[in-house]
Structure formats: structure tokens, C-alpha cells
């Protein structure tokens, strides 16, 4: 009797010896029972369905996706049809036909205040005074000259802040 030159492999080292595929106890029909159940053509029976989860995250409703007009674009009674079907879908399908919103344009520029020039106590005064001035005239609306005011007013926090800093260190 020959000699043993070796132990048997490891259990870890077993998973690199092929095997077959389908064990003993995988099923190679469905299981009429569960609730995935499936006919005899394969196809799921009704009342069960193929997806019990549901649509994943992140996935958009196929019922609010809104078609690229660039890459396949509808004649107009397509488009018409289309939008009489699903009319929320107007606003998604105007901003592919129109140009981009234009970039709003700074009241403080149009006004030609300088934000990041003003220094000194009579530089805020004189910028508040020409805000006040445009909208008294109607040039700007009060909600603009307020934002332009918080922006001045947080301009002048922080050159305060920095001239108290300056004099601690200093």
C-alpha cells in the first residue's frame, strides 16, 4: 500500500474544485405554490406579480417621463394629442422648446453701486441715499432696494468686525 504524501485539502479549498451547477435540492420547475407562481408557459399567473417590490428609487414614473423633442420630435397634432392626455406635462415639455431663462440681472449694478468699493461711513450713507432715490423714483422695487440695503448693511458688519479685529491684534 503506497504511502500518503499529504493530508487532504482544506474545507475553504473544496470551492475551487468544479462542481455541477444544480444541486440536489434546487428545483428546476416553479413551485405552483408560492406566490410568484408562474402557468405552464412561464408567464406569472394572474394576481401575482413579477415585481413585488414595486418600482426602485430613483426610477421615473413612466406615466410623467416627458419625451425629448430634440431627439425624436412630434408634428404638431402629436404634440397637441400629447399634451391633452397629459397637460402636467406643459412646463417640462415648454422648457425644451424655449431658449434658457436669461441670468437676472444685480439692481445694485444697474443702479451703479459698487458693493465691494464702499469703505467708509459716508460711502454706506451716500449708497443708501441713491437706493432710497431709485425707488422713490420707480426705477427699482422696494423688495430689490431691500435686498441691496441687507447687502450693504452685512458689508458694513463686516468691515466693522474687521477694523475691531485689527485693533485687538494691533
Not at 68 to 89: E, G
Not at 132 to 153: D, F, K, N, W, Y
Request: aromatic letters at 4%; a positive charge; one cysteine or more.
Amino acid at each position: 500500500m503506497p504511502d500518503v504524501i499529504c493530508d487532504p485539502p482544506d474545507q475553504p479549498c473544496y470551492s475551487l474544485f468544479p462542481r455541477p451547477r444544480i444541486q440536489e435540492y434546487q428545483k428546476l420547475i416553479p413551485d405552483p405554490f408560492s406566490s410568484r407562481a408562474r402557468d405552464a408557459r412561464g408567464r406569472f399567473t394572474e394576481g401575482s406579480s413579477g415585481n413585488p417590490r414595486g418600482r426602485p428609487r430613483g426610477i421615473p414614473n413612466p406615466r410623467r417621463r416627458v419625451p425629448n423633442l430634440v431627439a425624436r420630435p412630434l408634428s404638431a397634432q402629436a404634440l397637441s394629442d400629447f399634451l391633452d392626455r397629459k397637460p402636467h406635462l406643459l412646463r417640462a415639455l415648454a422648457a425644451q422648446l424655449l431658449p434658457p431663462p436669461l441670468p437676472a440681472i444685480d439692481p445694485a449694478d444697474c443702479l451703479g453701486v459698487d458693493l465691494s468699493s464702499l469703505r467708509t461711513n459716508e460711502d454706506f450713507r451716500q449708497a443708501l441715499g441713491a437706493i432710497l432715490t431709485a425707488v422713490s423714483h420707480g426705477e427699482i422695487a422696494p423688495a430689490e432696494a431691500a435686498g441691496i440695503a441687507r447687502r450693504v448693511r452685512s458689508r458694513m458688519r463686516a468691515l466693522r468686525r474687521l477694523a475691531r479685529l485689527a485693533r485687538r491684534l494691533g
